[in-house]
Every structure is written in C-alpha cells, then in structure tokens.
C-alpha cells in the first residue's frame, strides 16, 4: 500500500467502532490500539493498527513522539454566534436572581437578541471566529452552530449567512442549525410571529440550505408543546431535521413530543425524570448533556448515570453561549460530564465523539476507522485518559482535520477572519 502520510509515535489509538449511536452498556465499548500507526490518503484513513503490522509506504511519515490519539471531537450543541454580553446577569446571579426571572424581567437571551440585532454581520463572524477556533483547539473538528440570537427572519438569515462565511474560513467543519428560541414577549403577538417562521423562516431556511435542522426551546418561559409541534412540523416538511432544548427548567411536554416527532436529539434534560428514561432508550433520539450549564447555572445536572443504564445513548456538548455555558472546550465538557453526570471516561469518549456525530445526523465523524475522514485529536500526554482527566489545562496537542494539521495557534487568532 502506498499512502501520503504515515502517522507513527502513537501510544495509544482509541476510538468507537462502526457507526453510531452506542446506546447503554455499548457506550463503554472503544478499542484500544497501543503502539499504533495511521495512514492517511486523499484527506481519510486508509490503514489503522499496529505500527509493526504496517508494511506499505509513504510519502511523508509524521512522529508524534509517543502520544495518545482519540478521534477529531464533536461539540452537537453550541451558540457560538453572538454579540455583547451578560456580564450584568451574571452579577445578577450572584446576587441571588434565577436565570428564568432574569429572562422574565427582560435580561437573558432578550438583552443578546438585542445586541446581535444591531451587529452587522461582518461583525458577528469577527467574534465568533476566536470562539470557533477556540473549541477547535480543544479538540473539536466537527462543531454545530445555533443561530436564535436573531428573533426576526431577517436576523436569523443574518446569523446563519455569518455561520456560512465561518465555515469558508476554518477548516472545522461547521454545522447550522435554525434555533427558534424565545417568544415575543407580548402574548398577543405569539400566533403572528409564528406565522411569520413557519410560513417565511423556515421554507427560506430550507430553500437557501443555510440549514440542516431547526430546534426550539421548550420550557415554561419559553415555547409551549402545541407551539413547538407546529415549528417543528413545519420543519420536516421542508425537508429539516429536528432538535429540541427540552426539560432544562421544567417538564411540560417538550420531551415527549421529540420523540414522537422523532428529533435527532434533545438537549439539556436536567430535570428529566426517571419514568422517562425508557421512552428515550426506545427511540432513535439522542440525549444530549450540557454539564457547562450546571456548574454556571448551579442548577441540578442531567441524569447522565440513569439514562445511560437505562439504555439511551448519551452525547455531550458544550452550549457554548453568553449566559448559561461561557464553556469554550469541547474537552472541558467532556471532563465535567464525568464529574457531573457521572460518565466514565470511555462513555465520556463515546459521548463527544460517535454519539455527538449521531446527535447531529452525521455517520462520517467522530471515529478513527478506515474509509473516514481522517480527523484525529494528538492529546499532550501517552494516556488517552488524560483527555477527561485534566482540569484547567488543553490536554490536546494536535488537531488534524481531513489529514492535514489544523492551524490552531496564536499566529491565526492573531490574524483573524479574512
């Protein structure tokens, strides 16, 4: 065999076999190659195993110098596109206002929809081009993107156009996604704005590609059931797949609508319920943790433990966003949802690699596997471990994306978007 790259010096490979989900006890099974090689050809793995196995050639051979090697990370949850901040929420917080009474009296996503309205959209993919390539140095080679920051149709259009020029300026592969967040505060302009999405929005969403699925938070200040049924309806009859923020604050139905309409995932769960558990394992949906949330919010963190013995496939995810997860590493998220949640490590790996690509609707990511885009994490140190173990510090080394080393230095923070 003749390749481009042989990659050698590897301690350990490790990696999900076959495409996901892994569900339940599966969620444990990774292969574990010690003293490893890869080879790369045309952007995909071509050979993966023992570098003692390998007999064919190559044109260039990369030594890693005896580290650890997990599969190219998935972040399947983020808000990386906007503008201003909440640092007076967070001083609100700390002074004892909830996050739901802070969104009540008009701070919260409010205060952010304001602010990424007035931002043209050249500014919008200034700031978020550091966010992206932060948790592209964490580890990330596939990140979704939420737009929901935008309320109105032309501003949604805004966010997800400056998503696209993004994806033209990294080399992370870039997934958008439609976000209807929060109503109009007036409740009676509720039906008329969701005139506005399903008959304008989404089917100019859909025409233009500049999404692939459309989400809705469901929670008591935010979108009712009956409400997301009609959104999220109209989405898969314009050919979107479907996501749901659901049981973050309380349960009123979102959940099980999900799943009767057959999301790709729901998101957040915090408070979802142990009788609801085998509904989850019995469907093809996804659920996907965000434990940045609990340690910023303070609230009680998702069930991880009891769903994934109750036989759901879990992902994780950062939630990357102003006011409830300012997390920018894929790996940090992956390393508190083994605090958090109580993940092992090897359900941690699972849960930000096969499972996460799962959550998104995707089979070619987040796997070490011949015949696959060759996206591959170089971790600092021999034990792939490392990756959940270390707090306060990027386990990763090395981010390669379609076979080639990802820039991920100061150099292009320092030179931005282009």
Wanted: overall charge negative.
């Amino acid at each position: 065999m003749n390749v481009e790259t042989l990659i050698t010096g590897i301690t350990q490979v490790v990696s999900a076999q076959g495409p996901g989900p892994r569900r339940g006890v599966a969620m444990s099974d990774v292969v574990c190659i010690e003293n490893a090689a890869l080879a790369i050809d045309q952007g995909r793995f071509v050979w993966v195993g023992r570098a003692e196995d390998w007999h064919g050639q190559a044109a260039s051979v990369v030594d890693l110098g005896g580290r650890a090697v997990v599969p190219g990370l998935v972040d399947p949850h983020t808000h990386a596109v906007w503008a201003g901040d909440r640092l007076a929420d967070f001083a609100l917080r700390t002074s004892g206002s909830s996050y739901e009474e802070i969104l009540a009296g008009g701070g919260g996503i409010r205060s952010t929809i304001g602010a990424t309205q007035s931002a043209t959209q050249e500014k919008l993919v200034a700031l978020a081009f550091p966010r992206l390539l932060a948790l592209m140095e964490s580890g990330a080679t596939v990140i979704e993107v939420k737009s929901g920051y935008g309320f109105t149709p032309s501003a949604e259009i805004k966010m997800l156009e400056a998503i696209r020029q993004l994806q033209a300026k990294l080399s992370v592969r870039l997934v958008p996604t439609l976000l209807i967040h929060i109503p109009p505060p007036e409740a009676h302009k509720r039906l008329s704005y969701l005139d506005q999405i399903t008959s304008e929005l989404i089917p100019e969403v859909a025409n233009t590609a500049l999404a692939s699925a459309v989400d809705i938070f469901v929670d008591r200040e935010a979108w009712q059931a009956d409400e997301a049924e009609r959104v999220l309806s109209c989405a898969l009859l314009n050919g979107l797949a479907i996501k749901m923020h659901a049981e973050q604050f309380h349960s009123i139905g979102g959940l099980e609508l999900a799943l009767e309409l057959g999301a790709l995932s729901v998101d957040h769960l915090e408070v979802c319920r142990s009788d609801q558990y085998p509904q989850l394992a019995a469907s093809n949906t996804l659920a996907t943790l965000l434990p940045g949330v609990t340690l910023h919010l303070g609230i009680p963190s998702a069930p991880g433990r009891g769903l994934i013995d109750a036989g759901v496939a879990v992902a994780v995810g950062t939630d990357l966003n102003p006011g409830s997860s300012p997390l920018f590493s894929i790996s940090a998220a992956l390393a508190l949802a083994v605090r958090l949640n109580g993940l092992s490590a090897e359900e941690a790996l699972v849960a930000g690699t096969v499972n996460a690509a799962a959550a998104l609707g995707l089979e070619n990511a987040g796997r070490i596997e011949a015949g696959l885009p060759a996206d591959f994490v170089v971790l600092k140190g021999r034990d792939w471990r490392e990756l959940v173990y270390l707090l306060g510090s990027n386990p990763v080394e090395e981010v390669w994306i379609a076979g080639s080393k990802a820039r991920t230095n100061a150099a292009q923070r320092m030179e931005g978007p282009k």
